[in-house]
């Protein structure tokens, strides 16, 4: 999303074999960010740790004004994996405010 586009030969497009796409490529005119950035994590559980969870904007249009922390990774340890008692889902939350820009 934040370049443009995803070529046809993308490691995503096969990274689980039973869903494998071929032949595919994706282009878009916008420029796009991660209003969260990109963080280490967004899903933690004991067999996978990474981040999947982003809230895309358009640059020319909006502007990140302030972002919630996202929680230390020995927070996310301490319960071996989301949900636990602390965090009650599979996914933390990706807060962030934005504003429009004026033009």
Same mark, same amino acid.
């Given at each position: 999303m934040r370049e443009g @586009?995803?070529?046809e030969n993308h *490691?995503?497009?096969? @990274?689980?074999v039973e869903e494998e796409i071929s032949g595919l490529s994706? +282009? #878009?005119p916008f420029r796009m960010d991660s209003g969260c950035g990109t963080?280490?994590?967004?899903?933690y559980t004991i067999g996978f740790q990474d981040c999947?969870?982003?809230?895309?904007?358009? +640059? &020319?249009?909006? *502007?990140v004004t302030h972002v919630v922390p996202f929680p230390p990774e020995e927070d996310l340890k301490k319960y071996k994996a989301i949900p636990n008692v602390?965090?009650? @889902? &599979? #996914?933390l939350a990706s807060?962030? &405010?934005? +504003?429009?820009i004026e033009k």
């Open positions: @586009s995803i070529e *490691a995503d497009w096969s @990274s689980c994706i +282009k #878009h963080p280490k994590y967004t899903n999947l969870d982003y809230i895309f904007y358009q +640059k &020319d249009e909006l *502007a602390i965090f009650p @889902s &599979d #996914h807060i962030c &405010d934005m +504003k429009w």
